[in-house]
């Protein structure tokens, strides 16, 4: 489902590098991403959903060459069919739990939004002990909850592919145990491909391959 093939990246401001030849994860495939701090997770994690752009190679998502679409289409493409949940969360404040839940269907035109998503949306707020909490705005919740409300975002669409940064950083046993088992809750029951970024060793027997970012990085000389 996931093809990188001869990927060289760079940020247009930084020394960072991040060269990968190749990398392949079959439709399905619960991956982890580990590596110290700074070895370019979130940055792979970006690169496979079309936030940042390589200098040269490609990234197939199924038939789809991510790397060969225009930035509007790119842009759909993510909004549509890939669940982020992101290391900052990059919620919305000043809306409520339910309809940060909801924005990608504001965010994106070709999301119909209609009372079936409305209950997913709800349902898996329940899910994760959120349910009390959807007339809520965001900026009163606490860390934990904050964090949920992101992954919630990430599910509502059905996505194919989940990205997940490190979603049980600072969280408590109880919220990491909601998190990690909604999330591959999630991909087991819809065949979804997930890639989990996460400093969690324990977490690790969930799955089927590990990548070592800390492997790819440059010698220095
Ligand atoms: P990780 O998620 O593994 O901690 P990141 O992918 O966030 O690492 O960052 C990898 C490297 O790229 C770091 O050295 C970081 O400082 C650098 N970096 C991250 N974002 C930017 C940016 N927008 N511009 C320049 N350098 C960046
Ligand atoms: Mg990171």
Redesign the pocket.
């Known amino acids: 489902m996931i093809r990188i093939c001869d990927l060289d990246f760079a ?1 247009p ?2 020394p ?1 590098r991040l060269r990968l030849p190749e990398l392949q994860l079959p439709r399905g495939t619960h991956a982890a991403f580990i ?1 110290p ?8 994690l970006f690169l496979l959903g079309g936030v940042l752009t390589p200098r040269a190679g490609h990234i197939w998502a199924g038939e789809l060459e991510i790397t060969a679409l225009e930035e509007a289409s790119r842009r759909d493409f993510r909004l549509r069919r890939i669940g982020m949940v992101f290391q900052e969360f990059e919620l919305i404040e000043y809306l409520t739990v339910r309809d940060n839940i909801l924005l990608p269907y504001r965010l994106c035109r070709r999301l119909r939004l209609n009372g079936a998503v409305v209950r997913r949306a709800e349902a898996l707020a329940e899910k994760v002990a959120l349910g009390d909490k959807l007339d809520r705005f965001v900026d009163c919740l606490s860390f934990g909850e904050r964090q949920r409300v992101g992954l919630c975002r990430a599910l509502v669409i059905e996505p194919e592919l989940v990205l997940a940064d490190e979603p049980t950083a600072g969280l408590d046993p109880a919220s990491k145990a909601l998190v990690v088992e909604a999330l591959l809750g999630y991909a087991r029951s819809s065949g979804a491909t997930l890639v989990m ?1 996460t400093h969690d060793g324990d977490l690790l027997p969930h799955f089927d391959q590990v990548i070592d ?1 800390g492997s790819f990085q440059e010698a220095k000389p």
């Open positions: 940020y401001n930084g960072f590596g701090s700074g070895s370019g997770k979130t940055t792979l970024v970012l």
